[in-house]
């Protein structure tokens, strides 16, 4: 919505600007989010980092309400314009967004991948999704998303890198507090602090990308910048993060939070650039949905790589040390619970446990190549329009 009112309020240029600043904050928001929610956890308790959200909350209302220009009149009674609401649309594409995110989110942790809730959810999600594709092609008057927007080749590809970007990036931002705890055993505190050269990296990306359209009208180049940028960051964590990182590689992160910050801004005003008008509603939430599910897809992937080589290392060296299988059974049980179950492990048992994390973080930052590969290969195909 604020996007939304952004466009309306300002010039396309100047939307590139004002755009870049609202990441900026939303990014920094989020990012210091998880230092502190780990420092309350390690202090008062987690519970805190849900009820300390309500004064926030609270805060934003009252600004808005005071700050926020008068709504725009509209012709036609409240009734008749609820009436025009594609409400079968929304519950359709929302179940269907769920049914895929669910297995995602569950799968590899709560339940293993072979467990026949997942391909079931899947299905569904397969099902829903036709469903929805039906009503707005055949009943909906006023779609909530136009399917047509997806012909558009230009519309598609802003959508696919602000994905891949957006699962590239979280994807790394999720592997990072875990490496520090099990490599140098920190707290959680400490280990979300290691994210804050990528924070920086997205603050600098996202107000130069801003002045930097605002200036030149350009856009394409710096969303191919943003993906080099990201390769580089996940590369180097690859090739360099083995166990023993020292500060100075401590800051590998920072090119992937300067790429985030580029493809999102850059992203946005893409996207504007191609699309009419009257789509502005509908093109936007479409990318911001591509931002959701790119960033539950790359913890998701992550998550899954980091479990999966956990598990796999676990069987294998425990088995080869002649443990039983009920003793294998019960470590991997606990190290898929908690990372503090390092500290409760034997020595030889401590070993295979981080070199089992390590290299399924390694995995991960691969994952994270191929995301921001997909990001660099789709902005080499994007149209620049004039702005």
Same mark, same amino acid.
């Given at each position: 919505?604020?996007?939304?009112?952004l466009?309306?309020?300002?010039?396309?240029?100047?939307?590139a600007?004002?755009?870049?600043?609202?990441?900026?904050?939303?990014?920094?928001?989020?990012?210091?989010?998880?230092?502190?929610?780990?420092?309350?956890?390690d202090?008062?308790?987690?519970?805190?980092?849900?009820?300390?959200?309500?004064p926030?909350?609270?805060?934003?209302? !009252?600004?808005?309400a005071?700050?926020?220009?008068?709504?725009?009149?509209?012709?036609?009674?409240?009734?008749e314009?609820?009436?025009?609401?594609?409400?079968?649309?929304?519950?359709?594409?929302?179940?269907?967004?769920?049914?895929?995110?669910?297995?995602?989110?569950?799968?590899?942790?709560?339940?293993?991948?072979?467990?026949?809730?997942?391909?079931?959810?899947?299905?569904?999600?397969?099902?829903?999704?036709a469903?929805?594709?039906?009503?707005?092609?055949?009943?909906?008057?006023?779609p909530?998303?136009?399917?047509?927007?997806?012909?558009?080749g230009?519309?598609?590809k802003?959508?696919?890198?602000?994905?891949?970007?957006?699962?590239?990036?979280?994807?790394?931002?999720?592997?990072?507090?875990i490496?520090?705890?099990v490599?140098?055993?920190?707290?959680?505190?400490?280990?979300?602090?290691?994210?804050?050269?990528?924070? +920086?990296?997205?603050?600098?990306?996202?107000?130069?990308?801003?002045?930097?359209?605002?200036?030149?009208?350009r856009?394409?180049?710096? +969303?191919?910048?943003?993906?080099?940028?990201?390769?580089?960051?996940?590369?180097?964590?690859?090739?360099?993060?083995?166990?023993?990182?020292?500060?100075?590689?401590?800051?590998?992160?920072?090119?992937?939070?300067?790429?985030?910050?580029?493809?999102?801004?850059?992203?946005?005003?893409?996207?504007?650039?191609?699309?009419?008008?009257?789509?502005?509603?509908?093109?936007?939430?479409? !990318?911001?949905?591509?931002?959701?599910?790119?960033?539950?897809?790359g913890?998701a992937?992550t998550?899954?790589?980091?479990?999966?080589?956990?598990?796999?290392?676990?069987?294998?060296?425990?088995?080869?040390?002649?443990?039983?299988?009920?003793?294998?059974?019960?470590? +991997?049980?606990?190290?898929?619970?908690?990372?503090?179950y390092i500290?409760?492990?034997?020595?030889?048992?401590?070993?295979?446990?981080?070199e089992?994390y390590?290299?399924?973080?390694?995995?991960?930052?691969?994952?994270?190549?191929?995301?921001?590969?997909?990001?660099?290969?789709t902005a080499?195909?994007?149209?620049?329009?004039?702005?």
């Amino acid at each position: 919505m604020d996007s939304l009112l952004l466009d309306e309020l300002a010039p396309l240029r100047e939307v590139a600007s004002w755009q870049s600043y609202m990441n900026v904050i939303a990014t920094v928001g989020r990012s210091i989010g998880g230092p502190l929610g780990g420092f309350l956890a390690d202090t008062i308790g987690w519970r805190w980092s849900f009820l300390g959200q309500s004064p926030i909350f609270a805060v934003s209302m !009252i600004i808005a309400a005071i700050l926020l220009p008068s709504t725009t009149q509209t012709e036609g009674a409240t009734i008749e314009r609820i009436k025009r609401i594609d409400a079968l649309g929304a519950l359709l594409l929302g179940g269907s967004v769920l049914a895929f995110m669910v297995p995602l989110e569950v799968g590899g942790q709560k339940i293993p991948w072979s467990h026949p809730l997942v391909p079931i959810l899947a299905a569904t999600g397969v099902i829903i999704s036709a469903a929805f594709v039906l009503v707005e092609s055949r009943w909906a008057k006023e779609p909530i998303f136009p399917l047509r927007l997806l012909k558009s080749g230009d519309i598609t590809k802003t959508y696919l890198i602000a994905f891949g970007q957006a699962a590239a990036q979280l994807g790394m931002m999720y592997t990072v507090p875990i490496y520090f705890q099990v490599s140098q055993r920190v707290s959680s505190t400490v280990a979300g602090a290691h994210l804050f050269p990528a924070v +920086i990296g997205n603050t600098v990306g996202g107000i130069a990308t801003g002045l930097i359209i605002k200036r030149t009208g350009r856009y394409r180049a710096l +969303i191919i910048f943003s993906a080099i940028s990201s390769i580089t960051s996940y590369a180097l964590m690859l090739l360099r993060w083995h166990g023993e990182t020292n500060w100075l590689e401590s800051l590998y992160v920072f090119p992937g939070g300067l790429g985030m910050g580029i493809a999102q801004s850059a992203a946005f005003i893409a996207l504007q650039a191609s699309i009419n008008p009257k789509d502005k509603a509908a093109a936007s939430s479409g !990318i911001f949905l591509a931002v959701t599910l790119g960033s539950v897809v790359g913890m998701a992937g992550t998550s899954a790589a980091i479990q999966g080589f956990l598990r796999h290392d676990i069987q294998q060296n425990l088995g080869d040390l002649g443990k039983s299988q009920p003793f294998i059974d019960e470590v +991997i049980r606990k190290a898929a619970e908690s990372v503090s179950y390092i500290d409760e492990a034997s020595e030889p048992i401590r070993k295979v446990l981080v070199e089992g994390y390590i290299r399924g973080i390694e995995y991960g930052h691969g994952l994270s190549i191929v995301f921001s590969g997909i990001t660099l290969v789709t902005a080499l195909l994007l149209k620049e329009r004039k702005l």
